[in-house]
């Protein structure tokens, strides 16, 4: 549907087959106390009942695209940096969902600082099975307010994860795609992070400490289909990236690598558990 006028956040859900869960994410958009919003969302071409589900919902603020054909995820999150209308953009997995206050309190952070060249404002986030519960919470661990972007990446880097949390956690300003750049698949499962360190080159983050947003873990989930990649593709990540520049050194490197390999095995353990569970409540 067409949107009466520009919006201050673009809220865009990426989706593929998505009918399991994208109804309840649609709803936690709708729902939110702030309304300056537009909800785009872009789908690749499912062959499931999702475009179904989409047209239930008669809202102006919805903005439904669906590509002819299937054009890969990467292709498919750049495409919602290009339509969105907003000066700040959230890209939001089509199986997770965002507490009502979310973005309300992550727009006040950018208000609030805008003296403090902030580029992303990040959340704590609550690990959620196929039925909701909560399995267990992340944040960005001893962060909290205005981190510079250096600094962050550093932490970042030596922390052997994605301590900014997955895309429904961070807001970000759409202007600075001009200087990162968008996303790209050299790395997959940090394809996200990538462009997140990128981001943070060029302007600082804010930590908000309460957890704003759910991700959930289930069959369905590219978290769980490619838990095994994840620290070798960590790895690569933080040793392709320019040291001069993010002016990291080969400690950062190593007590990164390191932290990689050990949260490798906890996360097997913990998909594995995750997996058991997603059977049982079946």
């Not at 890209?91 to 580029?119: G, M, R, S, W, Y």
Request: aromatic fraction near 10%; hydrophobic fraction near 40%; charge should be positive.
């Amino acid at each position: 549907m067409s949107i009466q006028q520009k919006p201050l956040v673009s809220i865009c859900i990426p989706v593929y087959n998505g009918e399991l869960f994208i109804n309840k994410t649609i709803e936690s958009v709708l729902a939110q106390s702030y309304q300056n919003i537009e909800l785009v969302i872009l789908d690749n071409a499912s062959t499931d009942k999702t475009e179904e589900i989409v047209s239930i919902y008669k809202n102006n603020l919805i903005r439904y695209i669906r590509n002819p054909e299937n054009i890969g995820l990467m292709a498919n999150w750049n495409k919602a940096l290009k339509e969105a209308k907003g000066e700040y953009i959230k890209l939001l997995p089509a199986d997770d969902i965002i507490h009502k206050n979310c973005v309300e309190e992550q727009v006040k952070v950018f208000q609030e600082f805008q003296d403090q060249n902030l580029v992303i404002v990040c959340c704590s986030r609550n690990i959620i099975d196929v039925d909701g519960r909560i399995l267990t919470s992340r944040r960005f661990s001893g962060a909290k307010g205005v981190i510079s972007g250096l600094k962050s990446i550093k932490r970042i880097v030596r922390s052997g994860t994605n301590p900014l949390g997955e895309p429904g956690a961070i807001l970000f300003k759409k202007e600075i795609i001009t200087k990162s750049g968008q996303f790209v698949d050299d790395f997959p499962y940090v394809i996200d992070l990538n462009l997140w360190v990128k981001m943070l080159a060029y302007g600082n983050l804010y930590v908000i400490s309460d957890s704003l947003c759910d991700f959930r873990v289930s069959r369905q989930s590219e978290s769980v289909n490619t838990r095994h990649s994840h620290g070798y593709d960590f790895s690569r990540f933080i040793n392709s990236l320019d040291m001069n520049k993010y002016q990291l050194t080969s400690f950062d490197i190593r007590i990164g690598t390191i932290n990689c390999q050990l949260l490798e095995v906890l996360r097997r353990l913990f998909y594995r558990l995750s997996k058991i569970l997603v059977l049982f409540s079946k």
